[in-house]
């Protein structure tokens, strides 16, 4: 079945620092890739969306130039939080779809990953 | 536009007893139709999905749920509670069945013994 793999679970860091999340399809070419973002006890939050070989759509309300976003290849996005902030601190969540050249039944598959946790000191 | 509404942000039943988890939903397109579980600090897991087909969805772990577009509601259901089941339910929508989900707020189960 499709499988998509976050990297890291967690990690922590210091306030200002740059931090990095993985996003990888492990057994199917993710054409696109949507990031989503959830506070404690709170819904996601779609963050933005990615295609492989352009630039990200970011949803209303989110910075771009915060939250970089980087598809460069069919199997790997990645997200980076920059300068971050203890108010990034949240959990981080991806979801991949191979789009029509990946279906189960007739039907484009959308697998999520575990997510990432983010703590920001 | 679409949107989810979850109808209660936490649930409690006893193990054994019937489980209802309220979702309605407002799309100005045929909506596709999302239940997810999240166990704490896990990623999600799709109970079950319906996408135009039948009204009626069988899902994972014994749930289903009923599309009814009358009531723009796509309820979740399941006769009997396993205290497995407590976790975080997310009711989503769509416009197609690989794209963005626009999520409701969430309602948490709780099973007791």
Known sequence: GAVVSQHPSRVICKSGTSVKIECRSLDFQATTMFWYRQFPKQSLMLMATSNEGSKATYEQGVEKDKFLINHASLTLSTLTVTSAHPEDSSFYICSATGGDSHQVSGANVLTFGAGSRLTVL | ?113
């Not at chain 2, 054994?16 to 397109?29: F, I, T």
């Open chain 2, 1 to 113: 536009a679409q949107s989810v509404t979850q109808l209660g942000s936490h649930v409690s039943v006893s193990e054994g007893a019937l489980v209802l988890l309220r979702c309605n939903y407002s799309s100005s397109v045929p909506p596709y139709l999302f239940w997810y579980v999240q166990y704490p600090n896990q990623g999600l897991q799709l109970l079950l999905k319906y996408t135009s087909a039948a009204t009626l969805v069988k899902g994972i772990n014994g749930f289903e749920a009923e599309f009814k577009k009358s009531e723009t509601s796509f309820h979740l259901t399941k006769p009997s509670a396993h205290m497995s089941d407590a976790a975080e339910y997310f009711c989503a929508v769509s416009d197609n069945q690989g794209g963005k989900l626009i999520f409701g707020q969430g309602t948490e189960l709780s099973v007791k013994p």
